[in-house]
């Protein structure tokens, strides 16, 4: 997902299960672990393990990078409340990656245009675009 794409990916599922049981408040390892999950198309598994390594505390990027993709898969869900949630809760958290803000802007735009808010949608894609 969005971590993919930055290239900071790591381990198996199988491996990140051992260091879960190992530690289980390893925040970064449910993090990578919901990443996997999520490229496998396990999306359950991945909201679970997203939501996990939120609440043990993540460093800021990669908390903005949980809900986002939390958010993804929960659209995956068709928990468009939820995924709206997750990319509100990136919103107003204003991250200084001003990249992460966009995206989390144009899902939820996209959200909301699905569900017929379209002036709400205009107005996150317009914010987007003056990123």
Known sequence: MLKDALGSYRGSIEELDRIIDEDPNNAEAYYDR?????????????????????????????????CGNRGIARVDMEDIDGAMEDFT???????????????????RALLKRATGDYEGS??????????
């Open 89 to 107: 809760a990136v919103i107003n958290a204003d991250p200084k990656n001003r990249g992460i803000l966009k995206t989390a802007l144009l899902n």
């Open 122 to 131: 205009d107005l996150d894609y317009q914010q987007a675009l003056s990123i």
């Open 34 to 66: 919901a990443n996997a999950r999520n490229c496998r198309g396990d999306s359950a598994g991945a909201i679970a393990d997203y939501t996990k390594a939120i609440e043990l505390g993540l460093r800021p990027r990669e908390m903005f990078l949980a």
